[in-house]
Each structure stands twice: as structure tokens, then as C-alpha cells.
């Protein structure tokens, strides 16, 4: 596979939120504002891309009885970097986020990147196949904030869109809405390739 | 703050499920649904593991990370006090009581991944809870988790899958029912909100 198709199927072809269903707690958590998807999608990119490098980098000398734990201790440092500089720099929506950046250790996407493919390959191609993973997850944060935000606050990124009259739908602002969004984007997309397939 | 244990142990399984509106356990929570009596076995894991990492955490945290100030290490050492309990609790159950391990040991790796257990650990920290408050929210947690996914193991085992659109089938479906599930439990936020 050259890189871009690395690059391709594991952003869109394989994408880990809709074919793959991993990642779905912060997917929904974060997905109330638009810039905080935003700015954890790129803290995962961040951490997918250096963890998967590092990983690969290291493939040949970790033995196969303690690579879960050497897995998860690389990509804990880079995500402890990834809460670091957002509270440094960032300290109001490092407080939205709360937990979920912490979270993304947890998050299925990343050890799941690392077992299926940086520990098979070279350090580049798992990089961009991170990334790929990373823009893939990041896309699919963005769809369900723009629907939440601009439904339930009438805003995008904070700037307001919507019209005076506008309502607020407050069930896009609770927890459900993001269930049935991802449910039915899911829907979709499945509906789509079930057309391609055939 | 402020808040009593047995307030904040109600509230964890109802007011603020951990899985209905905080997402936590979600990977785990969409595969393992598909039986019921896999869902009880995980629930009740997920349960037991949870109130003592709570305790754990909260012991490590306030008597290690914070008198030697490197609290930015709080990811890093949560996640290695879950995987060594949990590996701790399989070897002595797998010793002690085989019987046991034979229904839920195939369940314990699964449950160093599950974002509820750390999920947990941070949120206990960012809210200063107290140590039996932190063992209150952990063991509340847990029942809350295993309530959601018996009652969508339940859901599942009951629903016919023909009738689903085909590209509805398995994850979707399983997210609309949880999303109804949610709204019927914010029917509960009147009682207590934890912050």
C-alpha cells in the first residue's frame, strides 16, 4: 500500500467511530460544543500519531508478555503532554473537557491502531495510519457538534448563526441527542456502502 | 463537596448514570450486551473492580501524588493501579475459587480497558471527593453500569432483528435504545445532579 491509501482507508474506508464502533464514549461526551470536539480531535491525532510512531519504532525489542503495558504507558505520556499543554494554553476548554482528555489513554482507538497495525509495521506508515485513524475520528466529532451546537445553542464555534427567534432544542444539549445522532449517522453510512457493495 | 455518600451512591446509579450521561463504558457496554447473562457477569466486575480502584486512586492520590507534587502523573499511575488489581484479582480468584473464574475470568482483561474504571478515578479527583465518598461514587458507578447494560442485554435479547433495517442492525440499534434509555433517566435529575 503506498501511503496515501494508508492514509485513506484508515481515515474514511475503515474509520474507527462508524465501521469499527470504537472510541464512542468521548465521541459522544465532547461533542456539545464544536470547538471542543475540535480541539480533542486534534489532542488525538497528537497522541495517535507519536504513540502508533513510537510504538512501531520499538516493535522489535518489546517482548510480546508486556506489550499491552509498554503500549499503554507510551501512549499515557503523550496524552499526560496532550493535558499539559491544553491546560497551559487552553485552560477553559481543558476544564470543559474534564476528564475526557484523560480519556483518550482509555479510548479503544488508540490501542486499537497500535495492536492492528504499528505493531506489524515501519514507523512512518503507522504514523499515518494514526493520523489517518485520527482525522477519521475527528470528522466524525465534528458532524455530530455541528448538529448539537447549532440546534442547541444556535452557535457554531461560539458565533452565533441562528436568528432571534431562534429556540434552542435543549434535548440536543442533553446526553440522548448524542446517541440517537451517532445512531443514525451510523445508520447512514452503512446504508451507503451496503449500495456501494452491491 | 458536600455532598453524603449515600446521596452521591443514589445519585451515581440514577441522577448521573455513568454510561446514560457521562458515556463512560461504551466500547464494552455495545458488544457484551448481546447476552444477558454475560452482561450480569461483566456488570458485576465492572462493580467490584470499580469500588476498590475508587478507594485505590483515592489512597494513591492523596498519600503519594500530591505530597510529592507530581500529580501530572495521575494518568500514567491510575492506569497501572487498575491493570495491577485487576491482574492481582484474577490470579487470586483463578487460585481460590475456580468455580468463579470459569464464568467471570474471561471478563477481567476486558475490564482494564473500560473507560468507566478510569473514567472514575479522574472524576474523583477533579470533584475533591472525600475517601468514603470516592467508594460511594465508585461502587454507584458500577451498579449504575450494570443497570444499563442488563437492561439492554434485556432489550436486545427481546428485539427481532429482521425488523431492522439492515443498516440499523447491531451497534446503531443498540445506541437509539441507550439514547431512549437516557431520556427516561433524566426523568430521575429532578431527584439529586452530582457536580
Not at chain 1, 483518550?104 to 489517518?132: H, V, W, Y
Request: one cysteine or more.
Amino acid at each position: 500500500m503506498t501511503k496515501k491509501e494508508i492514509f485513506v482507508v484508515s481515515a474514511f474506508k475503515d474509520n474507527s467511530v462508524w465501521r469499527q464502533i470504537l472510541g464512542i464514549c468521548s465521541t459522544l461526551a465532547v461533542t456539545n460544543l464544536m470547538l471542543n470536539s475540535l480541539i480533542m480531535g486534534l489532542g488525538v491525532i497528537f497522541a495517535l500519531a507519536l504513540s502508533t510512531f513510537t510504538i512501531s519504532l520499538i516493535r522489535e525489542y518489546t517482548p510480546r508478555s508486556v506489550r499491552m503495558m509498554a503500549q499503554t504507558l507510551i501512549i499515557g505520556a503523550y496524552v499526560i503532554i496532550v493535558d499539559i499543554l491544553l491546560k497551559a494554553w487552553l485552560p477553559d476548554v481543558s476544564k470543559q473537557l474534564g476528564p475526557y482528555v484523560g480519556l483518550i489513554i482509555t479510548n479503544c482507538i488508540l490501542m486499537g491502531r497500535a495492536e492492528a497495525f504499528a505493531a506489524q509495521n515501519k514507523p512512518l506508515d503507522s504514523m499515518i495510519d494514526g493520523i489517518g485513524a485520527g482525522v477519521g475520528y475527528t470528522l466524525v466529532l465534528l458532524v455530530i457538534s455541528f448538529i448539537r451546537e447549532l440546534l442547541g445553542f444556535g452557535t457554531l464555534f461560539g458565533v452565533r448563526v441562528m436568528g432571534e427567534g431562534w429556540i434552542n432544542w435543549s434535548i440536543m444539549v442533553m446526553a440522548p441527542s448524542a446517541f440517537f445522532i451517532l445512531a443514525l449517522m451510523i445508520w447512514a453510512i452503512n446504508t451507503y456502502y451496503y449500495k456501494e457493495a452491491k | 463537596m458536600g455532598i453524603t455518600p449515600f446521596v452521591l451512591f443514589w445519585a451515581a446509579i440514577f441522577t448521573s448514570n455513568i454510561l446514560l450521561t457521562n458515556f463512560l463504558g461504551m466500547c464494552s457496554y455495545l458488544s457484551v450486551s448481546k447476552e444477558v447473562e454475560s452482561s450480569a457477569g461483566l456488570g458485576i466486575a465492572v462493580t467490584f473492580v470499580l469500588t476498590v480502584t475508587a478507594g485505590l486512586n483515592w489512597m494513591v492520590n492523596e498519600y503519594i501524588l500530591v505530597p510529592l507534587k507530581i500529580e501530572y502523573l495521575q494518568f500514567i499511575v491510575f492506569i497501572i493501579v487498575i491493570a495491577a488489581f485487576v491482574q492481582l484479582l484474577e490470579l487470586i480468584i483463578e487460585r481460590y475459587v475456580p468455580a468463579l473464574y470459569y464464568s467471570l475470568g474471561i471478563f477481567l482483561p476486558l475490564i482494564t480497558v473500560n473507560c468507566a474504571i478510569f473514567g472514575v478515578s479522574l472524576f474523583l479527583v477533579i470533584r475533591n471527593y472525600g475517601f468514603l465518598q470516592s467508594i460511594a461514587f465508585g461502587a454507584g458507578s458500577g451498579l449504575g453500569w450494570l443497570l444499563a447494560i442488563l437492561m439492554l442485554a434485556g432489550i436486545r435479547h427481546r428485539l427481532k432483528e429482521k425488523l431492522v433495517p439492515a443498516g440499523l442492525r447491531g451497534a446503531s440499534i443498540s445506541l437509539i435504545i441507550t439514547g431512549i434509555m437516557a431520556l427516561a433517566f433524566i426523568g430521575f435529575s429532578g431527584i439529586q445532579a452530582v457536580q
